[in-house]
């Protein structure tokens, strides 16, 4: 079984469930609140993980209630987390997710996810050279990003980056990675361009995602539009996450790009139809 390595940000999420999003100076009642296993990096593993995936977490955690949860997590949803770590004197990472049918706002907590640096990555280096694809994001501090990359490339290991929340790719690592992964804001702030554009200068590595739209990639020939399947939307949160696993493990099934981003959309748009990020996600006996 192919070996996927996700090393990124965990988080317990504050949900809260609101008719609609506040605008600015505005209270409302919310319908709901939960607190619940996230992070883009957890969301992701877990995301492969139950689609069939031999799936490994890096990562650190605080040594406090909200880390213990998310280890938990891992362990029930069979996600390997032996290289996931406890901190003293740093919470484990928070974030505050408003959530309604529409849409939803974040507010990211970095807490023991600040804490991910090149130290850590070469403690779990030969975590990531056994990896058959390792997934990243920025909700972990860039220069880590960067220094993963570095060696992740050095060691022909295959690079699924997640360039959120709004990070910049430095001049030089697009060539370092195998595919980039973003929505059309993503794109639009990085490269100022038009997505025809910039797909067509990266044919077959950088994939755009549009929510209900579907997902555009240039195959070399020409732009394809890979469309979404229509469902009734409860919650939008972690359906990029779930798009990212689940493109990583059809890639790592010897599918195309074109049916691995099918597959993902049909993912994201089954995690959609449920309230929750992790708990949404379908697992491999739905398909």
């Known amino acids: 079984m192919k070996k996927i390595a996700v090393i990124g940000s965990l988080n317990a999420d504050l949900m809260v469930q609101v008719p609609k999003l506040p605008v600015p100076g505005e209270t409302l009642m919310g319908k709901s609140f939960e607190i619940l296993p996230g992070g883009k990096g957890m969301n992701q593993a877990v995301a492969a993980a139950k689609l069939g995936a031999n799936v490994t977490m890096c990562g650190l955690v605080g040594n406090d209630p909200n880390g213990t949860l998310l280890l938990n997590q891992l362990e029930k949803v069979g996600v390997n987390s032996s290289s996931v770590l406890k901190i003293e004197q740093v919470p484990t990472g928070t974030a505050l997710v408003t959530t309604s049918q529409e849409d939803n706002t974040i507010v990211v907590i970095p807490g023991a996810n600040a804490c991910v640096d090149s130290t850590y990555v070469d403690s779990v280096k030969d975590t990531l050279k056994e990896a058959d694809m390792v997934l990243l994001q920025f909700e972990i501090p860039s220069e880590t990003v960067y220094y993963i990359i570095d060696y992740c490339f050095t060691e022909n290991i295959p690079i699924i980056l997640d360039p959120a929340p709004a990070g910049e790719v430095k001049k030089g ?3 370092k990675i195998t595919y980039l992964i973003l929505n059309e804001t993503e794109l639009k702030g990085i490269f ?24 555009y990639f240039h195959d070399g020939k020409k732009l ?22 689940a493109f990583a493990v059809a890639v790592l099934n010897g599918k195309t790009v074109e049916e691995a981003i099918h597959y993902a959309n049909e993912v994201a748009a089954f995690t959609t139809t449920k309230k929750g990020a992790q708990s949404a996600m379908p697992d491999k006996d739905y398909f």
């Open 224 to 245: 394809i539009h890979c469309k979404a399947k229509t469902v009734t939307c409860v919650d939008a949160t972690g359906a990029g996450d779930a798009f990212h696993g």
């Open 173 to 175: 690592y697009l060539e």
């Open 192 to 215: 100022c361009l038009p997505k025809e554009d910039v797909l067509e200068q990266y044919p077959n590595k950088i994939i755009m995602t549009a929510g209900k739209d579907g997902a």
